[in-house]
């Protein structure tokens, strides 16, 4: 059972570290899906299918979000307890910088595994069915959306208008004009109707209206009134019927035999073989991170002036890590003789925080009692 003190931290840490999370992730989840606005106005995305489709985006965003939420909250929790007195005081009472940073690392313990959980599986599964349904969506015509009210271009020469399009996806007052037949342009004209795709065209079925046709070559001018008539539409398609993958998108084990998987290119082997140990390897900044924060501000003599300095050697500390961490997966992709410095650069500060946390906590009590009695007598003579 936890103490009644680890419980009172651990509670403030959890706290913290939830709302800093989803405030991050709204704002990224708000800042990328207007990337894809688009698709709401030019390929017929309804607003459940957009949250849904923009959604799949959010276990990506955690993985980068986590270190960061957990580092923030760690650095503010400690350092208002600092502020507070209340970690001088815990010191005093015999407790060492790894008693007071417990509810921290149980904390991390818990970020770790769930940075695993996205890594090995989320991640690579929820960005394969964004990649699926964009790749659905971007080359599917019966996802197009014939915007009402204007003139949209199916092909280079194909043009459709649409007055109004229902709930149903029903077209109305509809006008298209081809051009295929450069001697015969045609004109049709109908009181509704609907676009489907048929064997890689577009096919719109019109109810009652009219087709008119001019032949350039006589001039002569026809027009024929129908309660029903399908128009073929041949649209623009890309050749490959088969996409090649993205890294996010694949297993850790395909991404370390990236040799099995035919769409995928020689010269993209080492950014495939990186990605698949940064899976691995990146929950572990959780913990660097976690350790960078409490090893500043549990370190050293309590100060009045407050823990700005402190503070900034941490951020600029994690900084540096997480420069090093993305510097060196670069390099690596390079050359996978130097991967080796990918795992350095990630683990190397666990040991050096963990030894600077051991040798801090042999102050004794006594002389943290004397500090936060110097500090109280200055406080008293402040406010005199």
């Not at 489709?53 to 939420?69: E, M, Q, S």
């Not at 015969?184 to 109908?190: E, G, H, I």
């Not at 700005?308 to 994690?318: D, E, L, N, T």
Request: glycine share 6%; with cysteine; charged share 20%.
């Amino acid at each position: 059972m936890m103490k009644s003190l680890d419980r009172y931290l651990f509670a403030q840490l959890f706290a913290g570290f939830v709302m800093v999370a989803l405030a991050l992730v709204c704002v990224l989840w708000l800042t990328q899906s207007l990337r894809f606005v688009e698709m709401i106005v030019n390929r017929g995305l309804g607003i459940g299918m957009f949250v849904y489709f923009t959604a799949l985006l959010l276990p990506n965003f955690l993985t980068i979000i986590l270190p960061v939420a957990l580092f923030s909250v760690v650095t503010f929790v400690y350092a208002r307890l600092n502020m507070d007195r209340e970690l001088p005081v815990m010191r005093a009472c015999g407790m060492s910088n790894w008693t007071i940073a417990k509810p921290a690392l149980i904390l991390t313990a818990v970020v770790m595994m769930a940075s695993y959980a996205l890594n090995l599986y989320l991640v690579p599964k929820s960005y394969e069915l964004f990649r699926e349904l964009q790749w659905e969506l971007r080359h599917s015509a019966s996802h197009l959306l014939l915007r009402e009210g204007a003139f949209n271009e199916l092909s280079s020469k194909v043009t459709v208008y649409v007055r109004e399009r229902t709930k149903e996806g029903q077209l109305l007052g509809i006008l298209v004009h081809d051009e295929s037949d450069q001697t015969r342009p045609v004109t049709l004209m109908a009181e509704r109707g609907v676009l489907v795709e048929v064997e890689g065209s577009a096919r719109v079925i019109m109810f009652e209206g009219n087709r008119q046709l001019v032949d350039r070559h006589s001039g002569k001018f026809s027009m024929l009134y129908f309660d029903r008539y399908t128009h073929d539409v041949p649209l623009k398609r890309q050749a490959a019927t088969e996409r090649a993958p993205e890294a996010r998108e694949l297993m850790v084990h395909q991404l370390l035999e990236p040799e099995k998987n035919r769409l995928i290119g020689t010269h993209d082997y080492g950014k495939f073989i990186v990605e698949g140990h940064q899976r691995i390897i990146s929950p572990f900044l959780c913990l660097s991170n976690a350790l960078a924060a409490v090893m500043f501000l549990t370190a050293g003599h309590f100060s009045r002036r407050g823990q700005g300095k402190r503070i900034m050697m941490a951020v600029a500390g994690v900084i540096l890590l997480q420069v090093a961490s993305l510097g060196m997966a670069n390099v690596s992709a390079k050359n996978l003789d130097l991967l080796p410095l990918l795992y350095i650069a990630t683990v190397l500060p666990i040991p050096v925080c963990s030894f600077f946390m051991s040798w801090n906590k042999k102050r004794s009590a006594k002389s943290v009692a004397r500090e936060l009695e110097f500090a109280a007598q200055a406080d008293s003579m402040k406010e005199a």
